[in-house]
Nanobody, 116 residues
Framework: QVQLVESGGGLVQPGGSLRLSCAASGSIFSINVMGWYRQAPGKQRELVASITSGGSTNYADSVKGRFTISRDNAKNTRDLQMNSLKPEDTAVYYC??????????WGKGTLVTVSS
């Protein structure tokens, strides 16, 4: 079992920045990839960014150049630095962990609201 706890959401003005953090605990050794997804009202959940155990990253086209995913293996955290935020980035952001055995774990989510 893997437990994920997100933090760092909130209200920010357009053009501002936020940093989300996801702390993983439990069977950390079983994790192959971790990432951030988001779900806006009335829309499907979508991948924002991911990072594999080998350090390879992947980003949605809509956030490339603005968001950066990083990891701290000592702390078992994966952070998402979000810059130049836009109103369309407003969503609930979820941390995800995928294991080598193709099991997915999810955090409860953290709300990011971009509004003036």
């Amino acid at each position: 079992q893997v437990q994920l706890v997100e933090s760092g959401g909130g209200l920010v003005q357009p053009g501002g920045s936020l940093r989300l953090s996801c702390a993983a605990s439990g069977s950390i050794f079983s994790i192959n990839v971790m990432g951030w997804y988001r779900q806006a009202p009335g829309k499907q959940r979508e991948l924002v960014a991911s990072i594999t155990s080998g350090g390879s990253t992947n980003y949605a086209d809509s956030v490339k150049g603005r968001f950066t995913i990083s990891r701290d293996n000592a702390k078992n955290t994966r952070d998402l630095q979000m810059n130049s935020l836009k109103p369309e980035d407003t969503a609930v952001y979820y941390c995800n962990a995928g294991t080598w055995s193709k099991v997915d774990y999810w955090g409860k989510g953290t709300l990011v609201t971009v509004s003036s």
